[in-house]
Every structure is written in structure tokens, then in C-alpha cells.
């Protein structure tokens, strides 16, 4: 009789209850991006549209849903929240801005990351969980306000340090859907990297600064366990450049442990912030095994 490895016996299990749909995946990029303004800071009125397709998602799976609202002048902008297994007193939050840079349609940057929120909402329904697992839809992270205390993952790390919430882990979703196999398509912020990494950008990266933290190091571990596609594990100063380019800056700065899950952005993906980042660019198939991953992950 062959014995099957315990390993084998749980990702079966855990595979056998929910997959991202890539069909879906398709109809929430086409809503987030083919918009009739840009989600700017500057359109808020589409930015509520889409803090408002993101709320009723949230609230078909989520135990808990609602806004986190604060001003910046005379305007009121929002994060968007659910929570499963509210009860509970540890947390583990996941984040995606949702907002663009400028005039685009912003499909990577980060319309992806925001349908990885979205479908780990759908795959996390009814699910039985050992901690609070927190999936916030951030607003803001763009210029002019990136690296300010109005970016939405400022205001939302702020309150989870000011309420002492015991938060074991952040999980940013910055850029999940670009990925290309061609020889020299991925550069890096240091040439000799290249040696180390490849230079195909066919793989997803799990970001972390120097002592990450125990929550941050779990995940990228069991990342590079379960995802069904390849992960590649990259660790660095916090003044490399890049590396704490998205939202989980706050957390670090609120003292919390926090990584970033991305295809790497400007290193490998030339449309960023320019009007060419496209829903059409982006390999689906590939950006639904990332969040599968991510799902398989923080369950295990």
C-alpha cells in the first residue's frame, strides 16, 4: 500500500474546498477598470463607486463589513473592512489600495490586488479559523499621498496600534497579475541579483525587510510551500529601493510584521503608472494560482 506523505493529505484536503475563479477574477477586473473616470484622489466620486462595489462583495461573504472614513481637508475618503471570525483576539490582516496613479486604468497597479482580496473573501466564507483575518480595501496609496499619514493603511495600522490589537501578521497585495517568460524581462534594484533570481519574470514574490517578524516569516514559508507556482523569497534593507514601495510600510512603521506579495512592479511590469497597465496585459490563470496560494496559506 503507497503511504501518502501527511503534506500531500493536507493540501488535498485544502484544495478540495475552494480555487480562485478565473472567470470572476476577468469580471471584477472588468468593473474595476473599465470605469468612466480613473479611481484617483481626485475622482472621489468614482473612488466611493468603488469603495461601494467592493463593500457589497465583501458583505456576500464577511462575518462583518463596514468603512473606515476619515478626512483629508473638507473631503471624507475610505477604507473598506471585512472581517471573519470577528471574536477572535489575534488578527491577521490582508490589504490592496484600490486606488490609481493619474489618468489609467491602473490593472495591475492594483486592481489585481483588490480581486485577491476579493475572491480570498468568497474563498474564506464559512471557513473555520483559528484567528481574526482582516481584508481591507485601502484608498489613497498613490501620489500625492503616498508616504503620508492620509495614505488609508496609515490611518488603518494607527488605529490597530492605538486600539493594541494583538495583530500577528500583514499580507500587502501590491500587483499579483503581471508575469512574463521571456529571457531579460525582470530587472532588479541591484544587477547582481539577476544571478540569484533569474531574469524571466515568470514568478510571484513574497517581500520582507531585514527581521521580519515571526508572522511575516511564517507566511513567506508557507507560501513558498503551497503555491502551485513559482515563489521566490526576497529579503533586503528597508532603503532598497522598492522594497517597501505599497502599504505595508504603515505596519512596519507601527512596529507590526508585515510582507508584500507582488509580481514586482517596475522591475518587470513597464506599464506601471501609465495608461498602458490594462486588464489585457495581465495572465489570469497565473494571478488565480497566487491567490490560491495566498489562500492555502493562511489556513494552513
Not at 490592496?96 to 496613479?101: E, F, I, Q, R, S
Not at 488603518?156 to 500583514?170: F, Q, R
Not at 532603503?239 to 512603521?253: E, P, Q, R
Amino acid at each position: 500500500m503507497k503511504i501518502i506523505p501527511f503534506l500531500s493529505i493536507f493540501f488535498v484536503s485544502i484544495t478540495s474546498y475552494g480555487q480562485a475563479d478565473t472567470i470572476r477574477i476577468k469580471e471584477l477586473l472588468t468593473v474595476l477598470t473599465k470605469t468612466s473616470k480613473p479611481r484617483n484622489h481626485q475622482n472621489i466620486d468614482q473612488l466611493n463607486l468603488c469603495a461601494k462595489f467592493i463593500s457589497n462583495n465583501f458583505k456576500e461573504y464577511a462575518d462583518t463589513v463596514f468603512y473606515q472614513n476619515y478626512q483629508v481637508g473638507s473631503l471624507t475618503y475610505k477604507n473598506v473592512i471585512a472581517r471573519f471570525n470577528p471574536q477572535a483576539s489575534k488578527k491577521l490582516v490582508i490589504g490592496a489600495h484600490y486606488d490609481v496613479c493619474g489618468n489609467q486604468e491602473g490593472a495591475d497597479d492594483n486592481a489585481s490586488g483588490i480581486v485577491g482580496l476579493l475572491e480570498l473573501a468568497r474563498l474564506l466564507k464559512g471557513k473555520s479559523l483559528d484567528n481574526c483575518i482582516e481584508l481591507v480595501a485601502y484608498t489613497l496609496e498613490e501620489p500625492p499621498f503616498f508616504r503620508t499619514e492620509y495614505m488609508g493603511s496609515f490611518i488603518h495600522a494607527k488605529s490597530l496600534k492605538e486600539s493594541n490589537t494583538e495583530v500577528i501578521g500583514m499580507i500587502c497585495l501590491e500587483m499579483i497579475g503581471y508575469f512574463d517568460e521571456a529571457k531579460h524581462s525582470q530587472d532588479y534594484p541591484i544587477g547582481l541579483l539577476k544571478l540569484f533570481y533569474g531574469s524571466r519574470g515568470n514568478y510571484i514574490t513574497v517581500v520582507n525587510k531585514f527581521a521580519k517578524g515571526k508572522g511575516a516569516r511564517k507566511f513567506t514559508r508557507r507560501m513558498d510551500r503551497f503555491a502551485q507556482l513559482p515563489v521566490k523569497k526576497f529579503n533586503g534593507p528597508k532603503a532598497l529601493t522598492g522594497i517597501d514601495f505599497s502599504d505595508h510600510l504603515n505596519y512596519w512603521k507601527m512596529g507590526f510584521s508585515a510582507c508584500m506579495v507582488t509580481d514586482t512592479a517596475f522591475y518587470r511590469n513597464k506599464n506601471y503608472h501609465q495608461k498602458t497597465d490594462e486588464m489585457g496585459t495581465l495572465n489570469i490563470s497565473r494571478m488565480a494560482l497566487v491567490i490560491d496560494g495566498i489562500f492555502f496559506s493562511i489556513l494552513a
